[in-house]
Every structure is written in structure tokens, then in C-alpha cells.
């Protein structure tokens, strides 16, 4: 992003010094960063948000667990048409 005082991180905000921005090389070409390190923590925000809408349904002894891409627990339903529904209702919208 650039500021009429320099470039600025698109991860963390802070003022990019003159020749020492860093590209990523997947598709956001658009984006510039500070650091490496500011570049993988984007990807990996970016990375979870797309997993977040990814969803499974697995047994989990008497109750069916709905799970996002991420692994972390969006419900647990007592009948498997139930997960299975909250599943279809949360990829439609």
C-alpha cells in the first residue's frame, strides 16, 4: 500500500524503508511487505481463512461432529441429516 510518507506493510502497517520491500510470488503480486516473515504470516491468514470454509462430518461416539478446514469445532448435532444440514446451510451462505 502506498502512503504520500513511503510504502506501508499490507500485513502489519509499518513504513517499508526505500528498496526494501519483499513481493510474494503466489498470486497477490499486488501486495507489499516488510519482511519475510510478515509475507508468511499473511499467506497463513490467508491460508485458514480459505480452510474456514471447507467443513467435514465424522462420528464422535453418539454425536456427529461438524469440523472447518482448520480442524476447530463448529457443532456438534445429535443425527447425522442434522450436521449434514448445518454443513449445506453454512456453504450456502
Known amino acids: 500500500m502506498y502512503r504520500p510518507n513511503g510504502t506501508v506493510c499490507d500485513h502489519c502497517g509499518q513504513i ?5 520491500v519483499v513481493k510474494p510470488h503466489f498470486f497477490l503480486i499486488h501486495l507489499d511487505f516488510c519482511s519475510q516473515a510478515c509475507m508468511d504470516a ?3 491468514k490467508r491460508r485458514r481463512a480459505w480452510l474456514a470454509k471447507e ?10 461432529k461438524v469440523s472447518d478446514g482448520n480442524g476447530d469445532l ?3 448435532a445429535v443425527y447425522k441429516k442434522g450436521a449434514q ?9
Not at 517499508?16 to 526494501?20: L, Q
Not at 467443513?55 to 456427529?64: A, D, T
Not at 444440514?85 to 451462505?93: D, F, I, S, Y
Open 16 to 20: 517499508i524503508p526505500r528498496g526494501s
Open 42 to 44: 499473511a499467506e497463513e
Open 55 to 64: 467443513f467435514s462430518v465424522e462420528k464422535r461416539g453418539r454425536h456427529w
Open 74 to 76: 463448529v457443532c456438534l
Open 85 to 93: 444440514e448445518v454443513v449445506r446451510r453454512l456453504k450456502a451462505a
